[in-house]
């Protein structure tokens, strides 16, 4: 934690593989650092990769793709 004050850190970002480990590890990161307010804390965002086929996605990866879909 001494880093993070030192090296005036100013965004953490998080990736970790999308699974209940990945999840629960950047849940328990985000609660310890939540003292530092100055810090932004993202995540790679997650979906459907380029050339991908419909049929074959799982559940998840369109559930997500669907949350994080941007306006065009």
């Known amino acids: 934690m ?3 004050q030192k090296n005036k850190i100013s965004e953490i970002i998080l990736a ?3 699974d209940m480990e990945g999840e629960a590890t950047m849940i328990y990161l985000k609660n310890l650092l ?3 307010k100055k810090i932004i ?3 790679l965002a997650r979906g459907m990769p380029v050339g991908a086929d ?5 559940e998840i990866t369109l ?5 994080n879909r941007k306006e065009i």
């Open 34 to 36: 939540q003292p530092f």
């Open 2 to 4: 001494a880093k993070i």
């Open 63 to 67: 559930f997500n793709a669907l949350k």
């Open 16 to 18: 970790f593989n999308p």
């Open 54 to 58: 419909l049929e074959y996605t799982d």
């Open 41 to 43: 804390i993202t995540r």
